[in-house]
C-alpha cells in the first residue's frame, strides 16, 4: 500500500477551510493508503500559545479526526509532540536546507508580518520540520488545501537534494489538492481564504459553530449585485458559496448553477447554510460522543503513537547512517 501523511496545527479554531480542504478528503482517501494523520503540535510553538489551551486543542482535534470518520485502529492517529523522530530528522534536514529558499516562503513572510515581536527561527524553519513529517513516514501523496503547496514544493526540494548525495532515502511525496474545496475562502472578503485567525468572526464559520450561527454567517456572506447565480471569477463571493454548496452536497458547479437559475441570492444562501449544517452537525455530536470516552482515547493515543514511532525509527535510523551518525551498540 502507498502511504499517506498530512497533518493539521490545533491553533484557533478550526474552520470549514480546514474541512472542506483538508479532513474530507483525507477520510476520501484513507481506504485506499496507509494513512499517518498527526495534530502538529510542534509546528503550533512557532508563535506563542498558552499551555493548557494548546493541550486542550490538540485532544480536540485528534478527537476531530476520528469524529470526521477516520478509523483510529485503520489510521496512524497522533501527536507530533509524542514521536521524538520528527525533531531528530528536522535538525538534519535543517543542514540540507538553505536561507535563501526558506527566505522566499510566503507563508513565512506573512506571519512574521502577523507577529513582528516574534519572529523566532522555529517560525523560519517551519517548512524543515513539515518536510520531516512527510519524509519520516516515506509518504507517497500528502492531502493538503491550495495554501501548503509551496512547503510541498520545498519539501520534495529537500528530499531530492538529500537522495541526490545519499541515494535512494527518501520517497518524493506529491501534493493532493481536491478538485472542490482546495480553497474556501473568506465569507466577507472572498478574495481572502478562510482562516483561523481571522479577526472578523463572521468571516469564517468554524467547526463548532451552531446551526443558527451558521445560517446566519451565510445569510450575511458578502456577495454582489449582478443578482445571478454563475461560477466564475468576476463574482468571487457567489463562487465560493457555490463551491462551498458543492463540496458539501457533492454537486458540481455546473449542477448548482442550475439548480439556482432564476432564484435569487436569498434562497441560495439558506441553501448553502443548510448543506454546512447537514455536514457539521453529526460530525460536532460525534466528537461530543467521543470526548466523553476517555479510556478509548488515551488507549488510541497511546498505540498509535507507538505506531507511528516505530515507522519513523525506521527512516530515521537509515537517514542517521546515511550522514555519518555512529552507529548504536
Ligand atoms: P493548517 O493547520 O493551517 O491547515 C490544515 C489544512 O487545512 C487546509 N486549509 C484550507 N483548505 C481550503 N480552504 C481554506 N480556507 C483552508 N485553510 C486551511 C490547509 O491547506 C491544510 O491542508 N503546515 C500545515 C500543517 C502541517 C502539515 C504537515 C500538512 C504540518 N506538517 C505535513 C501536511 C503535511 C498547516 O499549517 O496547516
Not at 278 to 291: D, F, G, H, I, Y
Request: glycine share 6%.
Amino acid at each position: 500500500k502507498k502511504v499517506l501523511f498530512s497533518g493539521m496545527q490545533a491553533t484557533g479554531n478550526l474552520t470549514l477551510g480546514n474541512y472542506l480542504g483538508a479532513l474530507k478528503n483525507w477520510v476520501t482517501l484513507s481506504d485506499e493508503y496507509e494513512c499517518f494523520y498527526s495534530v502538529v503540535d510542534m509546528h503550533s510553538i512557532t508563535v506563542r500559545q498558552d499551555p493548557a489551551t494548546l493541550r486542550k486543542r490538540a485532544r480536540a482535534l485528534l478527537i476531530l479526526y476520528i469524529a470526521a470518520g477516520l478509523d483510529p485502529k485503520k489510521n496512524c492517529i497522533y501527536y507530533q509532540s509524542h514521536v521524538s523522530g520528527h525533531a531528530e530528522l528536522a535538525w538534519i534536514l535543517n543542514c540540507f536546507t538553505y536561507m535563501g529558499e526558506l527566505n522566499r516562503m510566503t507563508q513565512f513572510k506573512d506571519k512574521a508580518a502577523k507577529h513582528a515581536d516574534n519572529i523566532n527561527a522555529g517560525l523560519f524553519t517551519y517548512p524543515v520540520l513539515m518536510a520531516a513529517d512527510i519524509l519520516l513516514y516515506q509518504a507517497d501523496v500528502v492531502p493538503v488545501g491550495v495554501d501548503q503547496k509551496q512547503h510541498l514544493e520545498i519539501t520534495r526540494d529537500i528530499a531530492e537534494r538529500f537522495n541526490n548525495i545519499y541515494g535512494d532515502v527518501f520517497t518524493i511525496p506529491e501534493a493532493y489538492i481536491g478538485k472542490v474545496g482546495a480553497k474556501i475562502m473568506s465569507l466577507q472578503d472572498p478574495v481572502k481564504k478562510m482562516s483561523k485567525s481571522d479577526e472578523n468572526p463572521n468571516a469564517s464559520i468554524y467547526l463548532m459553530d451552531d446551526p443558527d450561527t451558521i445560517m446566519r454567517k451565510c445569510k450575511r456572506a458578502v456577495t454582489d449585485s449582478e443578482a445571478q447565480i454563475l461560477y466564475r471569477d468576476e463574482q468571487p463571493g457567489v463562487k465560493n458559496l457555490i463551491n462551498i454548496y458543492s463540496a458539501c452536497t457533492g454537486k458540481t458547479a455546473e449542477e448548482v448553477v442550475k439548480e439556482f437559475d432564476g432564484r435569487g441570492y436569498g434562497d441560495f444562501k439558506v441553501a448553502v447554510g443548510e448543506s454546512v449544517v447537514s455536514v457539521l452537525k453529526p460530525l460536532q455530536e460525534e466528537a461530543a460522543r467521543l470526548t466523553k470516552d476517555k479510556a478509548y482515547i488515551d488507549g488510541i493515543i497511546k498505540e498509535n503513537a507507538e505506531k507511528a514511532g516505530y515507522y519513523a525509527n525506521k527512516t530515521l535510523r537509515k537517514v542517521q547512517k546515511k550522514v555519518g551518525f555512529p552507529e548504536r551498540i
